[in-house]
């Protein structure tokens, strides 16, 4: 009887997993026929049949590379590899020299408030910037600020420069830690293939000069990804020393940026739906409690230097998802400053949370009224095209904010003279995100499969944009894990070409035997 539960379970979960990927290819593919079927919000000057041709080359291209990989040896593999680290990071030594900025935005300053905080005699408090409006800047602010006493216990003055050193290793860090996901996973030849997609993937450099949480946490999602594949493949008290340290892993990276809690979700909706019994409910405590342990712990460390309770620091999730519904021409669902201005008006008039999270409710309620069903399709696949949409990951916006200096460079890439990089940046998008839909096609009929975890990973994030306050850097700190998907996708487009190719072939051989019979 308890066999014929199991078997209804899994046959359940089977069901719903398979309901989940189609709904996964066709939001995919949806995505992808935005980006290529219309102009994008922020480059509309490339016409369609451009990105489709360009990204079949580019995949075309890599199924190439994949096909000279599988003749050479593992001493070369390890070579390849190895050169393409180097020339990764070359190009963000490239970055660093001729692309810095002067810090603006949240990461300006947040940087301003570490170094008075440094110089400060007094007993240590937050500043209202954190507690008032955003306490989320919190862990990256005292980073710095325990960053600057320690360079200047040393005598180093220029932070700017070790900052950016130290977003350089942690950028390449996690490169390092998608390749030895993918190493492990698909083995070396996979893996080798993935340096020469990493080089193409911009965002890996580009962002090397803006030190702030989009690259700083983008470690966390990849590295908790490979830690619960760890668990999946030990046994005994390792596995579950793998999940207690995933557990805290995640703490901290929700800590830093809020986002990365999509990870634990799908993680979370990835073992229940491949899982049955008390494995799942060991499972969730031995993951939650340490997370809720580290997160608790902070949350409690940090009112201590709060004038106010914890239950009001900050905006309420409400200001961000009104944001999320504003429509500006060049900027669907981004950052509205109009929105910022109304909320923090109505905080410091006296309202509580509670009260200002109604206020945006009510508002929310008008907007979607005022749009309509047939206005709000149209506001999001605006909204879905300039978060997903935009190859660049925002970087030709973030660099021309006050570059330090001139160069013969920066035309080439935020100036009149970027149309060549931004149309490589769009065409890798879209391939990118095609070999993605591949995954998914490909996943339909392996509802089990570790990588399942991945789709519900990139989905989760998908209806949090729709949903949030968006921009195409909210999606930096997941790249890894889509170029990771966007490898297994294209594993599984060269073993279908394969297919076609054999099958191809006997057809030929049985005609010829059927001819010569004759």
Same mark, same amino acid.
């Given at each position: 009887?308890?066999?014929?539960?199991?078997?209804?379970?899994?046959?359940?979960?089977?069901?719903?997993?398979?309901?989940?990927?189609?709904?996964?290819?066709?939001?995919?593919?949806?995505?992808?026929?935005?980006?290529?079927?219309?102009?994008?919000?922020?480059?509309?000057?490339?016409? /369609?049949?451009?990105?489709?041709?360009?990204?079949?080359?580019?995949?075309?291209?890599?199924?190439?590379?994949?096909?000279?990989?599988?003749?050479?040896?593992?001493?070369?593999? $390890?070579?390849?590899?190895?050169?393409?680290?180097?020339?990764?990071?070359?190009?963000?030594?490239?970055?660093?020299?001729?692309?810095?900025?002067? /810090?603006?935005?949240?990461?300006?300053?947040?940087?301003?408030?570490?170094?008075?905080?440094?110089?400060?005699?007094?007993?240590?408090?937050?500043?209202?910037?954190?507690?008032?409006?955003?306490?989320?800047?919190? /862990?990256?602010?005292?980073? +710095?600020?325990?960053?600057?006493?320690?360079?200047?216990?040393?005598?180093?003055?220029?932070?700017?420069?070790?900052?950016?050193?130290?977003?350089?290793?942690?950028?390449?860090?996690?490169? @390092?830690?998608?390749?030895?996901?993918?190493?492990?996973? +698909?083995?070396?030849?996979?893996?080798?293939?993935?340096?020469?997609?990493? &080089?193409?993937?911009?965002?890996?450099?580009?962002?090397?000069?803006? $030190? +702030?949480?989009?690259?700083?946490?983008?470690?966390?999602?990849?590295?908790?990804?490979?830690?619960?594949?760890?668990?999946?493949?030990?046994?005994?008290?390792?596995?579950?020393?793998?999940?207690?340290?995933?557990?805290?892993?995640?703490?901290?990276?929700?800590?830093?940026?809020?986002?990365?809690?999509?990870?634990? $979700?799908?993680?979370?909706?990835? !073992?229940?739906?491949?899982?049955?019994?008390?494995?799942?409910?060991?499972?969730?405590?031995?993951?939650?409690?340490? @997370?809720?342990?580290?997160?608790?712990?902070?949350?409690?460390?940090?009112?201590?230097?709060?004038?106010?309770?914890?239950?009001?620091?900050?905006?309420?999730?409400? %200001?961000?998802?009104?944001?999320?519904?504003?429509?500006?021409?060049?900027?669907?669902?981004?950052? +509205?400053?109009?929105?910022? #201005?109304?909320?923090?008006?109505?905080?410091?008039?006296?309202?509580?949370?509670?009260?200002?999270?109604?206020? %945006?409710?009510?508002?929310?309620?008008?907007?979607?009224?005022?749009?309509?069903? %047939?206005?709000?399709?149209?506001?999001?696949?605006?909204?879905?095209?300039?978060?997903?949409?935009?190859?660049?990951? !925002?970087?030709?916006?973030?660099?021309?904010?006050?570059?330090?200096?001139?160069?013969?460079?920066?035309?080439?890439?935020?100036?009149?003279?970027?149309?060549? @990089?931004?149309?490589?940046?769009?065409?890798?998008?879209?391939?990118?995100?095609?070999?993605?839909?591949?995954?998914?096609?490909?996943?339909?009929?392996?509802?089990?499969?570790?990588?399942?975890?991945?789709?519900?990973?990139?989905?989760?994030?998908?209806?949090?944009?729709?949903?949030?306050?968006?921009?195409?850097?909210?999606?930096?700190?997941?790249? /890894?894990?889509?170029?990771?998907?966007?490898?297994?996708?294209?594993?599984? &487009?060269?073993?279908?070409?394969? #297919?076609?190719?054999? %099958?191809?072939?006997?057809?030929?051989?049985?005609?010829?035997?059927?001819?010569?019979?004759?």
């Amino acid at each position: 009887m308890n066999f014929m539960k199991s078997m209804k379970l899994l046959n359940i979960q089977s069901v719903l997993m398979r309901i989940f990927n189609g709904v996964f290819i066709l939001v995919f593919g949806y995505i992808i026929f935005n980006i290529v079927s219309q102009p994008s919000v922020l480059w509309s000057l490339f016409k /369609p049949i451009t990105l489709i041709m360009g990204s079949l080359i580019f995949i075309g291209l890599f199924l190439m590379i994949n096909h000279w990989l599988l003749k050479v040896s593992q001493k070369t593999l $390890v070579r390849l590899t190895f050169v393409n680290f180097v020339i990764l990071f070359l190009l963000q030594l490239f970055f660093f020299r001729y692309f810095r900025v002067i /810090p603006s935005w949240d990461f300006g300053a947040i940087l301003n408030f570490a170094l008075s905080t440094v110089e400060s005699t007094g007993d240590f408090v937050l500043d209202r910037y954190f507690y008032f409006k955003y306490p989320n800047n919190i /862990p990256i602010y005292l980073i +710095y600020v325990g960053m600057i006493k320690f360079l200047n216990s040393i005598n180093v003055t220029d932070y700017l420069s070790i900052f950016i050193m130290l977003n350089i290793i942690l950028v390449s860090f996690s490169v @390092f830690l998608t390749y030895y996901f993918i190493y492990l996973r +698909y083995g070396l030849q996979q893996a080798t293939l993935f340096s020469f997609l990493m &080089l193409f993937i911009t965002p890996f450099y580009t962002y090397t000069t803006i $030190v +702030y949480t989009d690259t700083l946490v983008m470690v966390f999602p990849i590295l908790s990804i490979l830690l619960y594949f760890l668990f999946n493949q030990s046994k005994g008290f390792k596995r579950y020393a793998w999940l207690l340290l995933l557990g805290v892993i995640l703490a901290i990276g929700t800590m830093i940026k809020t986002n990365v809690i999509i990870t634990l $979700v799908a993680i979370l909706i990835h !073992y229940f739906m491949t899982n049955k019994g008390w494995n799942v409910v060991i499972f969730i405590i031995l993951l939650v409690l340490p @997370f809720y342990s580290v997160t608790s712990i902070y949350q409690q460390e940090i009112s201590q230097y709060s004038p106010i309770s914890q239950e009001e620091m900050g905006f309420p999730a409400t %200001h961000w998802i009104l944001m999320g519904l504003h429509d500006q021409p060049q900027r669907p669902g981004s950052y +509205y400053a109009d929105d910022v #201005k109304q909320t923090e008006e109505l905080k410091r008039s006296g309202l509580t949370n509670q009260e200002l999270s109604n206020w %945006h409710l009510e508002a929310i309620k008008e907007r979607l009224e005022d749009y309509g069903v %047939h206005g709000y399709l149209i506001f999001l696949n605006r909204k879905i095209n300039f978060t997903w949409g935009d190859g660049t990951y !925002y970087a030709t916006n973030k660099l021309s904010r006050q570059p330090m200096e001139d160069n013969i460079f920066q035309p080439y890439v935020f100036g009149e003279k970027n149309e060549p @990089f931004v149309m490589a940046c769009q065409t890798i998008q879209v391939a990118i995100l095609g070999l993605v839909l591949v995954a998914g096609i490909s996943l339909f009929k392996s509802s089990h499969k570790f990588e399942q975890v991945l789709t519900i990973l990139l989905f989760g994030l998908f209806l949090f944009l729709l949903v949030w306050e968006a921009r195409s850097r909210y999606l930096i700190l997941y790249v /890894p894990v889509i170029a990771t998907l966007g490898i297994y996708g294209l594993n599984q &487009l060269n073993s279908y070409l394969k #297919k076609v190719k054999v %099958h191809y072939y006997r057809n030929l051989i049985d005609k010829k035997y059927e001819s010569e019979g004759n």
